[in-house]
């Protein structure tokens, strides 16, 4: 018996969510997270501060951050700051909005 593959096609929407997705992933990430977003502004000094890691370790998660868009950074030796990405941020909300609420009824028949 020949099996066939199909074909699954995805758009933009799907990458950006995937990606964003992975960046959410890991609990240090999402601390992070938290933290750029109970400051009304760009925060300015050592995270290592507030989470007990390695610097090169929250680098790390800083960078998966930073290439999803979740948010931005601004070298300016001796200081760095770190912010969320306003426009990203809302985007993740509209996309993963629609996909939490897009289909309420279970399609199966699971009670």
Known sequence: MQRTLSVIEYGVDEE??????????????LKILK???????????ELTE???????TISQHLKALVEAGLIQGEINPPKVRYCINQEQWLKASVLFGKFFIADKECLCDCG
Do not use: D, E, N, Y
């Not at 933290?35 to 000094?45: E, N, R, V, Y």
């Open 16 to 29: 950006v969510m995937a990606s964003i997705a992975k960046a959410l992933s890991h609990p240090v990430r």
């Open 50 to 56: 507030l989470i007990p890691m390695a610097q090169s």
């Open 35 to 45: 933290l750029l977003a109970s400051h009304k502004c760009c925060f300015t000094g």
